[in-house]
Protein backbone atom coordinates (compact mmCIF):
# COMPACT_ATOMS: atom_id res chain seq x y z
CA UNK A 1 0.00 0.00 0.00
CA UNK A 2 1.26 3.46 -0.67
CA UNK A 3 2.80 5.09 2.12
CA UNK A 4 0.54 8.35 1.90
CA UNK A 5 -2.11 7.41 4.38
CA UNK A 6 -4.29 9.10 6.69
CA UNK A 7 -7.05 8.15 9.32
CA UNK A 8 -10.33 9.85 10.22
CA UNK A 9 -13.60 9.18 10.74
CA UNK A 10 -15.38 9.11 7.04
CA UNK A 11 -18.39 11.38 5.70
CA UNK A 12 -19.85 11.82 2.75
CA UNK A 13 -18.56 15.41 2.91
CA UNK A 14 -15.02 14.73 3.66
CA UNK A 15 -15.04 12.16 1.16
CA UNK A 16 -16.00 14.23 -1.31
CA UNK A 17 -13.08 16.66 -0.34
CA UNK A 18 -10.50 14.12 -0.68
CA UNK A 19 -7.97 15.65 -3.46
CA UNK A 20 -6.13 13.16 -6.08
CA UNK A 21 -2.37 13.03 -5.05
CA UNK A 22 0.27 14.86 -6.56
CA UNK A 23 2.67 12.20 -7.22
CA UNK A 24 2.09 8.90 -9.16
CA UNK A 25 0.71 6.91 -5.78
CA UNK A 26 -2.45 6.66 -4.69
CA UNK A 27 -3.22 7.83 -1.15
CA UNK A 28 -5.24 6.43 1.52
CA UNK A 29 -8.16 7.61 3.84
CA UNK A 30 -8.85 5.45 6.89
CA UNK A 31 -12.09 5.22 8.70
CA UNK A 32 -11.95 5.41 12.59
CA UNK A 33 -15.20 2.56 12.85
CA UNK A 34 -14.15 -0.21 11.29
CA UNK A 35 -10.33 0.55 11.32
CA UNK A 36 -9.82 -1.73 8.06
CA UNK A 37 -12.00 0.39 5.71
CA UNK A 38 -10.12 3.08 3.36
CA UNK A 39 -10.72 5.38 0.48
CA UNK A 40 -8.50 4.65 -1.73
CA UNK A 41 -7.49 8.06 -4.02
CA UNK A 42 -5.96 7.63 -7.18
CA UNK A 43 -3.73 10.31 -9.24
CA UNK A 44 -6.56 10.43 -11.79
CA UNK A 45 -8.98 11.22 -8.87
CA UNK A 46 -10.86 7.92 -8.66
CA UNK A 47 -12.14 6.69 -5.43
CA UNK A 48 -12.70 3.43 -4.15
CA UNK A 49 -13.93 2.16 -0.68
CA UNK A 50 -10.98 -0.45 0.27
CA UNK A 51 -10.90 -3.14 2.28
CA UNK A 52 -7.24 -3.22 4.30
CA UNK A 53 -6.61 -5.68 7.00
CA UNK A 54 -4.11 -9.13 7.26
CA UNK A 55 -4.53 -12.63 6.61
CA UNK A 56 -2.40 -14.50 8.86
CA UNK A 57 0.06 -11.79 8.96
CA UNK A 58 0.00 -10.80 5.50
CA UNK A 59 -1.28 -7.62 4.26
CA UNK A 60 -4.41 -8.52 2.61
CA UNK A 61 -6.54 -5.85 0.46
CA UNK A 62 -9.61 -5.72 -1.32
CA UNK A 63 -11.75 -3.10 -3.91
CA UNK A 64 -14.98 -3.00 -2.41
CA UNK A 65 -16.41 -0.63 -4.86
CA UNK A 66 -16.30 2.93 -6.09
CA UNK A 67 -17.78 5.62 -3.73
CA UNK A 68 -19.97 7.10 -6.64
CA UNK A 69 -21.59 3.62 -6.27
CA UNK A 70 -21.21 2.36 -3.08
CA UNK A 71 -22.85 4.36 0.16
CA UNK A 72 -20.88 4.53 3.16
CA UNK A 73 -22.33 2.48 5.57
CA UNK A 74 -22.80 -0.41 3.12
CA UNK A 75 -18.89 -0.12 2.48
CA UNK A 76 -18.52 -0.28 6.11
CA UNK A 77 -20.83 -2.80 6.61
CA UNK A 78 -18.59 -4.90 4.01
CA UNK A 79 -15.67 -4.19 5.62
CA UNK A 80 -17.03 -5.49 8.85
CA UNK A 81 -18.14 -8.86 6.62
CA UNK A 82 -14.72 -9.29 5.43
CA UNK A 83 -12.93 -9.04 9.05
CA UNK A 84 -14.99 -11.33 10.47
CA UNK A 85 -13.93 -13.88 7.92
CA UNK A 86 -10.90 -13.43 8.22
CA UNK A 87 -10.81 -13.88 12.18
CA UNK A 88 -12.63 -17.15 11.53
CA UNK A 89 -9.81 -18.09 9.36
CA UNK A 90 -11.61 -17.63 5.92
CA UNK A 91 -9.82 -16.05 3.30
CA UNK A 92 -12.38 -13.52 1.84
CA UNK A 93 -10.96 -14.51 -1.87
CA UNK A 94 -11.68 -17.93 -1.88
CA UNK A 95 -14.78 -16.90 -1.03
CA UNK A 96 -15.68 -14.56 -3.68
CA UNK A 97 -13.81 -17.27 -6.15
CA UNK A 98 -16.23 -20.05 -5.40
CA UNK A 99 -19.06 -17.58 -5.42
CA UNK A 100 -18.59 -16.74 -8.97
CA UNK A 101 -17.81 -20.45 -9.91
CA UNK A 102 -21.02 -21.29 -8.53
CA UNK A 103 -22.52 -18.40 -10.63
CA UNK A 104 -20.76 -19.74 -13.58
CA UNK A 105 -22.13 -23.34 -13.03
CA UNK A 106 -25.19 -21.95 -12.49
CA UNK A 107 -25.14 -20.21 -15.92
CA UNK A 108 -23.90 -23.51 -17.71
CA UNK A 109 -26.47 -25.44 -16.38
CA UNK A 110 -29.11 -23.28 -17.29
CA UNK A 111 -27.75 -22.58 -20.81
CA UNK A 112 -27.69 -26.76 -21.17
CA UNK A 113 -31.43 -26.70 -20.20
CA UNK A 114 -31.98 -24.29 -22.68
CA UNK A 115 -30.07 -26.46 -25.34
CA UNK A 116 -31.29 -30.13 -23.94
CA UNK A 117 -34.83 -27.94 -25.03
CA UNK A 118 -34.10 -26.67 -28.03
CA UNK A 119 -32.73 -30.36 -28.96
CA UNK A 120 -36.04 -32.18 -27.82
CA UNK A 121 -37.47 -29.88 -30.60
CA UNK A 122 -35.20 -30.80 -32.83
CA UNK A 123 -34.34 -34.43 -32.54
CA UNK A 124 -38.29 -35.42 -32.41
CA UNK A 125 -39.17 -38.67 -33.49
CA UNK A 126 -40.77 -37.34 -37.31
CA UNK A 127 -37.56 -36.05 -37.33
CA UNK A 128 -35.25 -39.49 -36.72
CA UNK A 129 -38.01 -40.96 -38.66
CA UNK A 130 -36.68 -38.81 -41.37
CA UNK A 131 -33.38 -39.24 -40.87
CA UNK A 132 -33.83 -42.46 -41.60
CA UNK A 133 -34.87 -42.56 -44.92
CA UNK A 134 -32.52 -40.21 -45.69
CA UNK A 135 -30.28 -42.81 -44.71
CA UNK A 136 -31.94 -45.56 -46.88
CA UNK A 137 -31.35 -43.12 -49.76
CA UNK A 138 -27.89 -42.51 -49.38
CA UNK A 139 -27.34 -46.44 -49.14
CA UNK A 140 -28.93 -46.47 -52.46
CA UNK A 141 -32.13 -48.08 -51.44
CA UNK A 142 -34.81 -45.33 -52.94
CA UNK A 143 -37.43 -48.14 -52.56
CA UNK A 144 -37.39 -48.69 -49.41
CA UNK A 145 -36.75 -44.88 -48.24
CA UNK A 146 -39.93 -44.28 -50.92
CA UNK A 147 -42.21 -47.14 -49.04
CA UNK A 148 -41.08 -46.26 -44.87
CA UNK A 149 -41.64 -42.35 -45.85
CA UNK A 150 -44.76 -43.19 -47.20
CA UNK A 151 -45.95 -45.58 -43.94
CA UNK A 152 -44.42 -43.15 -42.17
CA UNK A 153 -45.80 -40.30 -42.78
CA UNK A 154 -49.82 -41.89 -42.84
CA UNK A 155 -49.71 -43.82 -39.61
CA UNK A 156 -47.24 -42.15 -37.42
CA UNK A 157 -47.02 -38.08 -38.48
CA UNK A 158 -50.08 -37.92 -39.21
CA UNK A 159 -51.66 -40.25 -36.92
CA UNK A 160 -50.38 -39.49 -34.05
CA UNK A 161 -48.53 -35.86 -34.67
CA UNK A 162 -48.34 -35.86 -30.30
CA UNK A 163 -46.13 -38.59 -30.40
CA UNK A 164 -44.32 -37.60 -33.80
CA UNK A 165 -43.66 -34.04 -31.85
CA UNK A 166 -41.84 -35.91 -29.04
CA UNK A 167 -38.06 -36.24 -28.27
CA UNK A 168 -36.89 -39.50 -30.06
CA UNK A 169 -35.36 -40.46 -26.86
CA UNK A 170 -38.10 -39.95 -24.66
CA UNK A 171 -40.15 -42.34 -27.32
CA UNK A 172 -41.23 -45.85 -25.15
CA UNK A 173 -42.09 -49.21 -25.60
CA UNK A 174 -45.86 -47.95 -24.81
CA UNK A 175 -45.77 -45.22 -27.60
CA UNK A 176 -44.77 -47.65 -30.48
CA UNK A 177 -47.22 -50.44 -29.17
CA UNK A 178 -49.79 -47.48 -29.63
CA UNK A 179 -48.89 -46.79 -33.30
CA UNK A 180 -48.53 -50.31 -34.00
CA UNK A 181 -51.70 -51.25 -32.48
CA UNK A 182 -53.90 -48.64 -34.01
CA UNK A 183 -52.77 -49.68 -37.96
CA UNK A 184 -53.75 -53.54 -36.60
CA UNK A 185 -57.09 -52.59 -35.74
CA UNK A 186 -57.67 -50.75 -39.08
CA UNK A 187 -57.12 -54.66 -40.34
CA UNK A 188 -53.78 -54.02 -42.24
CA UNK A 189 -51.79 -56.29 -40.19
CA UNK A 190 -48.81 -56.93 -43.08
CA UNK A 191 -48.61 -52.81 -43.14
CA UNK A 192 -48.06 -52.94 -38.81
CA UNK A 193 -45.33 -55.52 -39.04
CA UNK A 194 -43.46 -53.00 -41.91
CA UNK A 195 -44.37 -50.18 -39.63
CA UNK A 196 -42.61 -52.16 -37.02
CA UNK A 197 -39.75 -52.66 -39.05
CA UNK A 198 -39.06 -49.13 -39.73
CA UNK A 199 -39.56 -48.16 -36.70
CA UNK A 200 -37.07 -50.59 -34.91
CA UNK A 201 -34.54 -49.94 -38.20
CA UNK A 202 -34.78 -46.07 -37.23
CA UNK A 203 -33.61 -47.08 -33.69
CA UNK A 204 -31.57 -48.89 -34.15
CA UNK A 205 -29.60 -46.70 -36.44
CA UNK A 206 -29.87 -43.89 -33.27
CA UNK A 207 -29.07 -46.65 -30.35
CA UNK A 208 -25.55 -47.91 -32.44
CA UNK A 209 -24.66 -44.51 -34.06
CA UNK A 210 -21.92 -43.90 -31.31
CA UNK A 211 -20.27 -47.09 -31.97
CA UNK A 212 -20.92 -47.52 -35.53
CA UNK A 213 -18.81 -45.46 -37.93
CA UNK A 214 -20.39 -46.28 -40.89
CA UNK A 215 -23.48 -45.05 -39.27
CA UNK A 216 -24.37 -40.99 -39.90
CA UNK A 217 -23.49 -39.15 -36.88
CA UNK A 218 -26.39 -37.09 -37.37
CA UNK A 219 -28.27 -40.08 -35.34
CA UNK A 220 -25.94 -39.68 -32.46
CA UNK A 221 -27.87 -36.49 -31.60
CA UNK A 222 -30.89 -38.14 -31.08
CA UNK A 223 -29.54 -39.51 -27.77
CA UNK A 224 -31.09 -42.50 -28.15
CA UNK A 225 -30.10 -45.49 -25.68
CA UNK A 226 -33.18 -48.01 -26.13
CA UNK A 227 -35.14 -49.41 -28.82
CA UNK A 228 -38.73 -48.96 -28.11
CA UNK A 229 -39.63 -51.44 -31.01
CA UNK A 230 -38.03 -54.32 -30.17
CA UNK A 231 -39.92 -55.42 -27.40
CA UNK A 232 -43.19 -55.18 -29.47
CA UNK A 233 -43.82 -59.42 -31.05
CA UNK A 234 -43.56 -59.67 -34.69
CA UNK A 235 -46.46 -59.74 -36.78
CA UNK A 236 -46.88 -62.94 -38.61
CA UNK A 237 -48.48 -62.45 -41.69
CA UNK A 238 -51.44 -65.15 -42.89
CA UNK A 239 -50.11 -65.40 -46.81
CA UNK A 240 -52.62 -66.32 -48.81
CA UNK A 241 -52.78 -69.38 -50.97
CA UNK A 242 -54.69 -67.82 -53.71
CA UNK A 243 -53.88 -68.66 -57.49
CA UNK A 244 -55.09 -68.60 -60.45
CA UNK A 245 -57.12 -71.48 -62.52
CA UNK A 246 -55.81 -71.89 -65.70
CA UNK A 247 -59.44 -70.24 -67.22
CA UNK A 248 -58.23 -66.85 -65.51
CA UNK A 249 -54.28 -67.53 -66.53
CA UNK A 250 -55.59 -67.65 -69.70
CA UNK A 251 -57.73 -64.80 -69.67
CA UNK A 252 -54.81 -62.84 -67.86
CA UNK A 253 -52.52 -64.03 -70.99
CA UNK A 254 -54.84 -62.69 -73.54
CA UNK A 255 -55.35 -59.42 -71.78
CA UNK A 256 -51.78 -58.25 -72.80
CA UNK A 257 -51.03 -57.47 -76.15
CA UNK A 258 -48.33 -57.56 -77.93
CA UNK A 259 -47.43 -53.84 -78.56
CA UNK A 260 -48.00 -52.16 -75.46
CA UNK A 261 -44.65 -51.87 -73.34
CA UNK A 262 -46.42 -52.33 -69.77
CA UNK A 263 -47.56 -55.44 -71.00
CA UNK A 264 -44.38 -57.04 -72.45
CA UNK A 265 -43.13 -56.03 -68.98
CA UNK A 266 -45.88 -57.87 -66.89
CA UNK A 267 -45.74 -60.75 -69.73
CA UNK A 268 -41.90 -61.44 -69.20
CA UNK A 269 -42.22 -60.94 -65.42
CA UNK A 270 -44.91 -64.22 -66.08
CA UNK A 271 -42.35 -66.53 -67.81
CA UNK A 272 -39.49 -65.41 -65.80
CA UNK A 273 -41.06 -67.32 -62.53
CA UNK A 274 -42.54 -64.40 -61.13
CA UNK A 275 -39.69 -62.29 -60.16
CA UNK A 276 -40.28 -58.32 -57.90
CA UNK A 277 -41.04 -56.44 -60.45
CA UNK A 278 -38.78 -53.55 -59.15
CA UNK A 279 -36.21 -55.86 -59.41
CA UNK A 280 -37.09 -56.92 -63.32
CA UNK A 281 -37.30 -53.19 -64.09
CA UNK A 282 -33.72 -52.56 -63.55
CA UNK A 283 -32.10 -54.90 -65.54
CA UNK A 284 -29.77 -53.57 -68.33
CA UNK A 285 -28.76 -54.72 -71.31
CA UNK A 286 -25.23 -55.36 -70.12
CA UNK A 287 -27.50 -57.83 -67.69
CA UNK A 288 -28.37 -60.20 -70.81
CA UNK A 289 -26.21 -63.07 -71.75
CA UNK A 290 -27.56 -63.53 -75.41
CA UNK A 291 -25.19 -66.77 -76.07
CA UNK A 292 -26.81 -68.77 -72.50
CA UNK A 293 -30.12 -66.24 -72.71
CA UNK A 294 -29.39 -65.98 -68.84
CA UNK A 295 -30.72 -62.49 -67.04
CA UNK A 296 -28.91 -61.03 -64.16
CA UNK A 297 -31.34 -58.90 -61.73
CA UNK A 298 -29.83 -57.90 -58.79
CA UNK A 299 -31.90 -58.08 -55.60
CA UNK A 300 -30.71 -55.13 -53.03
CA UNK A 301 -33.81 -55.41 -50.18
CA UNK A 302 -33.01 -56.21 -46.84
CA UNK A 303 -29.86 -55.42 -44.95
CA UNK A 304 -26.98 -56.66 -47.11
CA UNK A 305 -24.90 -53.89 -48.15
CA UNK A 306 -24.58 -54.91 -51.84
CA UNK A 307 -27.10 -56.55 -54.09
CA UNK A 308 -27.36 -60.10 -54.45
CA UNK A 309 -26.77 -61.20 -57.62
CA UNK A 310 -29.69 -63.31 -59.24
CA UNK A 311 -29.26 -65.52 -62.64
CA UNK A 312 -32.68 -66.49 -64.44
CA UNK A 313 -32.00 -68.62 -66.86
CA UNK A 314 -35.03 -67.86 -69.69
CA UNK A 315 -36.98 -69.74 -71.55
CA UNK A 316 -38.12 -69.12 -75.16
CA UNK A 317 -40.98 -67.22 -74.81
CA UNK A 318 -39.34 -64.86 -71.97
CA UNK A 319 -36.10 -64.41 -74.09
CA UNK A 320 -38.17 -63.69 -77.06
CA UNK A 321 -39.37 -60.43 -74.70
CA UNK A 322 -35.87 -59.51 -74.04
CA UNK A 323 -34.85 -59.51 -77.23
CA UNK A 324 -37.41 -57.09 -78.60
CA UNK A 325 -36.87 -54.59 -75.69
CA UNK A 326 -33.09 -55.02 -76.22
CA UNK A 327 -33.81 -54.16 -79.97
CA UNK A 328 -36.41 -51.47 -79.17
CA UNK A 329 -33.82 -49.93 -76.85
CA UNK A 330 -30.82 -49.89 -79.09
CA UNK A 331 -33.42 -48.05 -81.36
CA UNK A 332 -34.00 -45.51 -79.19
CA UNK A 333 -30.90 -44.64 -78.86
CA UNK A 334 -29.98 -44.38 -82.23
CA UNK A 335 -33.33 -42.03 -82.33
CA UNK A 336 -31.53 -40.44 -79.90
CA UNK A 337 -27.87 -40.29 -81.54
CA UNK A 338 -29.39 -38.80 -84.31
CA UNK A 339 -31.41 -35.80 -82.34
CA UNK A 340 -28.05 -35.24 -80.15
CA UNK A 341 -25.87 -35.17 -83.13
CA UNK A 342 -23.47 -37.84 -81.52
CA UNK A 343 -22.85 -41.40 -82.39
CA UNK A 344 -24.98 -44.36 -80.98
CA UNK A 345 -23.64 -46.29 -77.82
CA UNK A 346 -24.49 -49.90 -78.52
CA UNK A 347 -25.21 -52.35 -76.08
CA UNK A 348 -24.78 -49.22 -72.94
CA UNK A 349 -25.65 -49.71 -70.38
CA UNK A 350 -29.13 -48.40 -71.00
CA UNK A 351 -32.23 -49.66 -69.00
CA UNK A 352 -33.99 -52.33 -71.50
CA UNK A 353 -37.36 -51.56 -69.65
CA UNK A 354 -36.96 -47.73 -70.75
CA UNK A 355 -38.07 -45.00 -68.15
CA UNK A 356 -41.62 -44.44 -69.04
CA UNK A 357 -42.33 -48.09 -68.94
CA UNK A 358 -41.14 -47.84 -65.21
CA UNK A 359 -42.77 -44.62 -64.05
CA UNK A 360 -46.55 -46.25 -65.55
CA UNK A 361 -45.45 -48.55 -62.42
CA UNK A 362 -44.46 -46.04 -60.37
CA UNK A 363 -40.97 -47.22 -59.81
CA UNK A 364 -38.27 -44.72 -59.68
Not at 34 to 55: E, N, W
Not at 92 to 106: F, G, L, M, N, S
Not at 131 to 139: E, G, P, V
Not at 284 to 302: A, E, P
Amino acid sequence: MARNTERLHLTLERIRKLQPPSGNQATYAFDDDPKQLCVRITPAGAKSFVYAGKLNGTPLRITIGSTNVWNLDDAREAARRLQTQIDKGIDPREVEREKTAAKAAAIAAKEAERTAAEDKKQYTLESLCNAYCDHLKTRGKADSARQAGSILKVHVFEAFPDIASLPASEIDSDHAATLIRKVIEQGKERTAGVLRSYLSAAFNAARKARFDAKLPSIFIAYGVKDNPAEIIATIAVKRGNRTLNAGELKSYMEALSENDLSDQALKLDLFSGGQRMAQLLRAKISDYDRDSKILRIWDGKGKRTAPREHLLPLGPIASSIVEKLILRANELERANAITEGRKPIRFATRVALTPPFKYSFGVA
